[in-house]
């Protein structure tokens, strides 16, 4: 049995030799805790977020789009909480100037040399236009939620929305951690998927409800075994300034559970304080009552790039063959990265060009890539490695008789199918 330790390593090791996760900056050696995407990491992170929309664009409720701005007023961020409240307890090590999240002190090190904790506020804060001064200040967003926040009234006024609904925003959120790391579990930039969904004060814990399953559901659409996931409710010194309740999508990560997402109840906390802040009347009318009220607000809040990490960990298999260990991602077929390889038995020009033809048919409606370096078998296995579902083969024989050898990655059975079934072949996939 292998150690969960071992699997994090060859996880990371294969994102980043395959192509799915660079090391930031890398030719200078490198930014602690920062990442790129590389080709094969955006289309797994596409991939995801398109499976997000979709989960949610034919639910028996209305989720609507949007997509705020990372840079918004500052005025903000001082009406949601986070200027005063969004911050962590820090410590420094006095020997070495180290610092620390209070409750994350390494076990070695002693009490006596730690500094008294300080308050950190964990947003980035910047300027904005050519003059710094205390009016140009402007913060990189901690959460997508605060734009559905601000433009609630935008979406009821223009959509003509009815509660409840939702609205659902994904992007890039940045966090001044003071302890990033598990390779892209936590950094200090990130991408969210989150909605916030307005309903009937009396309806909120029926909703909160329906989130969790829905959410859970999601996850385990995606291919991660059930076992890996569990629902865990915080305890009431663990809420956030701004929740009345929240439970936790916890993932099984090699190094324990750990939040892959969060589900809050937010009450009318953030509406109300906008409203406060800005003196716009952000309340709903309803005609049933012919009254205005202040929705509620339940919270799926998830991370996409934690999201993407999960499903490397738990898809990522080992199979013992007569000779040598493969390793594959059990991705789905929706999921892939490429979803069909196209290997032309040798570089010989008439097979590149069945491979060529086969790729123009097939890649208005899938992601498929040729591959024409190395041996058939070490093609096979860089397939495997990234995920890919299916290899289309194309031999010396394809020229005779039109036909071409389908693998499939799990079972390794091959196929012959004709190229003019081959569309056809995918599409009931
Ligand atoms: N609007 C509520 C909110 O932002 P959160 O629990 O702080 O709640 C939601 O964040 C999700 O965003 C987390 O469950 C996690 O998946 C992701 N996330 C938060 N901080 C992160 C970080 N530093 N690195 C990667 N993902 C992070």
Same mark, same amino acid.
Do not use: F, R, T
């Given at each position: 049995m292998e150690m969960p330790e071992e699997i994090f390593d060859k996880v990371v090791k294969i994102a980043q030799s395959r192509g799915f996760v660079f090391n930031a900056s890398s030719i200078y050696g490198g930014l602690r805790s920062?990442?790129?995407?590389?080709?094969?990491?955006?289309?797994?992170?596409?991939?995801?977020?398109?499976? !997000?929309?979709? &989960?949610?664009?034919?639910?028996?409720?209305?989720?609507?789009?949007i997509d705020t701005?990372?840079?918004?007023?500052?005025?903000? !961020?001082?009406? &949601?909480g986070h200027v005063g409240e969004f911050t962590d307890p820090m410590v420094d090590h006095k020997p070495t100037g180290e610092r620390f999240r209070a409750d994350q002190v390494p076990d070695h090190i002693k009490k006596e040399d730690l500094t008294e904790p300080r308050q950190f506020n964990l947003m980035f804060q910047t300027n904005i236009g050519p003059v710094e001064n205390e009016n140009s200040t402007v913060y990189l967003r901690p959460e997508t939620a605060q734009g559905i926040f601000v433009n609630f009234e935008n979406v009821l006024r223009t959509m003509r929305a009815k509660i409840p609904f939702g609205i659902g925003n994904i992007g890039k959120s940045f966090r001044n951690e003071i302890t990033p790391g598990q390779f892209i579990f936590r950094t200090r930039e990130f991408e969210q998927m989150e909605i916030e969904f307005f309903c009937d004060e009396s309806e909120e814990d029926k909703w909160f409800d329906y989130w969790i399953e829905n959410r859970l559901n999601w996850y385990k659409n995606l291919g991660i075994p059930e076992n890996k996931l569990r629902i865990r409710e915080h305890d009431e010194s663990e809420l956030a300034h701004y929740a009345k309740k929240t439970s936790d999508i916890e993932f099984e990560y090699p190094w324990g559970w750990g939040e892959l997402e969060g589900i809050a109840n937010r009450g009318n906390y953030d509406l109300n304080a906008h409203q406060e802040s800005s003196g716009k009347d952000l309340r709903y009318f309803d005609p049933n009552i012919d009254n205005k009220f202040t929705p509620s607000v339940i919270e799926p809040a998830g991370g996409l790039t934690r999201t993407l990490f999960a499903v490397l960990l738990s898809l990522y298999e080992e199979e013992e063959l007569e000779k040598e260990v493969r390793t594959l991602f059990k991705f789905k077929f929706d999921l892939a990265p490429i979803q069909i390889g196209i290997l032309p038995l040798s570089k010989k020009e008439e097979l590149i060009e069945v491979c060529n033809s086969i790729k123009s048919e097939l890649g208005p409606y899938f992601r498929t890539e040729i591959d024409v370096t190395q041996s058939i078998g070490k093609r096979y296995r860089r397939q495997d490695e990234i995920g890919t579902p299916y290899c289309i083969t194309v031999d010396f024989d394809t020229l005779e008789d039109k036909a071409v050898t389908v693998r499939d990655r799990d079972s390794m059975s091959q196929e012959r199918i004709k190229i003019e079934d081959i569309k056809s072949y995918f599409d009931n996939m």
């Open positions: 920062s990442y790129d995407y590389g080709p094969l990491g955006v289309l797994l992170k596409n991939n995801i977020e398109k499976m !997000w929309w979709k &989960s949610i664009s034919n639910l028996e409720v209305e989720i609507y789009p701005a990372i840079i918004q007023s500052s005025d903000v !961020w001082k009406a &949601s």
